[in-house]
C-alpha cells in the first residue's frame, strides 16, 4: 500500500510540472513578448518546437491516430494555444485564471458523459474549494472585464477540458514525447494560415522575446506537455484537473517575486483553500474492502472450484 501511494504522489509531482510551468505564462507574456500578437506567440510555441521534437523522436502517427492526432492539436495547442494568449493580452492575470480554475468541474463533468469515470465527492468538493481558493489568491480590486477576453478564457478551458477527457479515452499508443510532438505539430499548422491572415506578418522580435519565446516553448510546452499527458494517462482526469489548480498559485508565487504584487492574509487563506483543495481530491483513502478486480478474481475462482 505505501508502494502505490508513494508511486501515485510520484506521478501527481510530475503532472505538477505542467501547471507550476504555466503559472509564468501570463508573467512571461506581459514583459517580454511582443504586444498584441496571440497568434503569433501561439504559433512559435507550437509549430517549431513541435518540429524539433518529431525529428528528435522520428515516429508519425498511423491508421486511426492520423485524424486523432490532427483533431487533439487543434483542441489541446491549435485552438488552446490562441484563445490563452488571447486572454493573456486582454484580461488581468487574476481573472483569467480564476476562470481556468473552474476546469476540474468541467472536467468532472465530460469525464462522466465520455468515458463513465464518476467523479468522487471529495473531487468535486476540492473543486469548489479550489476556485474559491484561487479567486481569494488572484482577484484584485478594480480590474475590468473584457468580453473578449473572457469568452476567449472560458473557450479554452472548455477546449482543454475536451482534450484532456479524449486522451483518457483513446490512450496513445506511443510515448508521451512522441504524442506531444503530434499535437504541437498539428496545432501549430492549424495556427499559422490563421496568424498569417488575421495579424500578417511576423513583428520585430528582439533578444528579451527570443528569450521569452524559447522559455514558454521548451519549458511551458514540451517539458509541461509531456509531464501533462503522462498524468493524464495513469490518473483520474478530475485529479489531474486539480493538480492543475497550481497554476495560479505559481502566477501568484512569481507575481509576488517578480513584479512586487502584494501577498497578505486574503492570499494566504486562498494558497491554503487550493492545496486542501488539490489534496482533498486527489489523494486516495485506503479501501475498506477488496477491490472491485479482487471481488472479480474472486468470483472466478469460486465458480471455477464449482
Known sequence: MEDKLGARLLLLAVTAIAPISWGSTYYVTATHLPPDRPLFAALVRALPFGLALLLVRRQLPHGDWWWRAALLGVINVGAFFALIFVAAYRLPGGLAATLTATSPLLVALIAWLLIRERPTPGAIVGAVLGVLGVALLVLRAGFTVDPVGVAASLSAV?????????????????????????????????????????????????????????????????????????????????????????????????????????????????TGLVIAGIALGTVRRRPSGPSAEERESQRALEEAAV
Open 158 to 270: 472548455l477546449l482543454f477540458s475536451l482534450g484532456m477527457v479524449l486522451v483518457k479515452r483513446w490512450k496513445p499508443p506511443v510515448d508521451m514525447l512522441t504524442f506531444t510532438s503530434w499535437q504541437l505539430v498539428a496545432g501549430g499548422l492549424a495556427i499559422l494560415p490563421v496568424a498569417l491572415i488575421v495579424e500578417g506578418a511576423p513583428p520585430a522580435v528582439d533578444t528579451s522575446a527570443v528569450a521569452g519565446y524559447l522559455y514558454i516553448g521548451v519549458v511551458g510546452t514540451v517539458v509541461a506537455y509531456t509531464a501533462w499527458f503522462t498524468g493524464i494517462g495513469r490518473l483520474p482526469a478530475t485529479a489531474v484537473a486539480l493538480v492543475g489548480l497550481l497554476n495560479p498559485v505559481s502566477g501568484t508565487v512569481i507575481g509576488v517575486t517578480l513584479a512586487g504584487e502584494p501577498f497578505g492574509a486574503v492570499q494566504v487563506v486562498g
